[in-house]
């Protein structure tokens, strides 16, 4: 059994990870973490999943941390999702965590890291378990097809809300084509006359519209042939279904930072 704390409980994200955590006999809800302008709209997770449940809800998340095993950071904010590790990270407190969150800087992927000598963290820009497996079939695709005269585009489409783009697996997936093939320029988007693509960049293009969950496909394309590896997500609930394994994962374990590779033992 692992009892869980999640921040970010009012959200999306947040409010299906209850209820699929709830439903896992395996899981218990030690309470939620919300900001102080969304707190008091409910005072317990059982309010915002429609059970029996007592769990509390709070904009301070020192006043439960010593309640649950794991935080599960959905919260959306990076500076928060940071508060939350390093109270997590506390040498008093020494939690587990699976953060969800996208959009760190570089300095504060470094924080991540830092922090992550004192506990287990899991970081992954998305947790289901279709998009891990994209990950490892594009480093195996650009491995194969490195040096071959094939252009790398990318392009992911999320719904109207999304704050960051690209989407934290469309950075993901470029940090991959960069290792397995050496590339480094990266060009987001294209305007006007740009004359011939060079073979040394990856294209990367954010869309926006309607309620879409999210899409990604990398592109191989080669001179009279072209390979696409897509994942397309039908429902928030495969993200929050990776969550909850993560957290089921992680708890117990040394200190570093992990990632749902590791989680899913595709490493």
């Known amino acids: 059994m692992v009892n869980v704390i999640i921040a970010g409980i009012m959200g999306r994200m947040g409010r299906k990870i209850a209820q699929l955590a709830f439903e896992d006999s395996n899981v218990g809800i030690a309470g939620g973490v919300e900001s102080p302008d969304c707190v008091h709209f409910h005072?317990?997770?059982?309010?915002?999943?429609?059970?029996?449940?007592?769990?509390?809800?709070?904009?301070?998340?020192?006043?439960?941390?010593?309640?649950?095993?794991?935080?599960?950071?959905?919260?959306?904010?990076?500076?928060?999702?940071?508060?939350?590790?390093?109270?997590?990270?506390?040498?008093?407190?020494?939690?587990?965590?699976?953060?969800?969150?996208?959009?760190?800087?570089?300095?504060?992927?470094?924080?991540i890291k830092e922090l992550s000598k004192n506990v287990p963290v899991v970081l992954a820009p998305n947790m289901s378990i279709g998009v891990n497996l994209l990950f490892k079939l594009v480093e195996e695709a650009a491995k194969v097809l490195k040096d071959k005269g094939y252009d790398i585009e990318v392009v992911e489409m999320h719904h109207r809300f999304k704050k960051d783009a690209p989407s934290g697996t469309a950075v993901k997936i470029v940090e991959i084509l960069k290792n397995a093939t050496g590339i480094q320029k990266v060009v987001y988007g294209r305007h006007g006359l740009i004359?011939?693509?060079?073979?040394?960049?990856?294209?990367?293009?954010?869309?926006?519209?309607?309620?879409?969950?999210?899409d990604h496909t990398v592109i191989f394309a080669g001179l009279g042939e072209r390979l696409e590896l897509t994942h397309k997500a039908g429902s928030r609930d495969i993200f929050a279904k990776g969550a909850i394994e993560a957290a089921k994962w992680v708890k117990g374990k040394k200190p570093g930072l992990y990632d749902m590779m590791d989680v899913l033992g595709l490493k």
């Open 43 to 111: 005072e317990n997770v059982g309010e915002i999943i429609g059970e029996k449940l007592e769990a509390p809800i709070t904009s301070d998340l020192s006043k439960i941390i010593d309640k649950g095993d794991v935080i599960i950071e959905f919260s959306g904010n990076t500076e928060a999702a940071l508060g939350h590790l390093r109270l997590a990270a506390a040498d008093k407190n020494k939690k587990g965590v699976v953060i969800g969150t996208t959009g760190f800087s570089e300095e504060q992927i470094n924080e």
């Open 195 to 214: 004359g011939e693509r060079p073979s040394d960049e990856i294209g990367v293009f954010a869309l926006r519209g309607g309620d879409v969950v999210g």
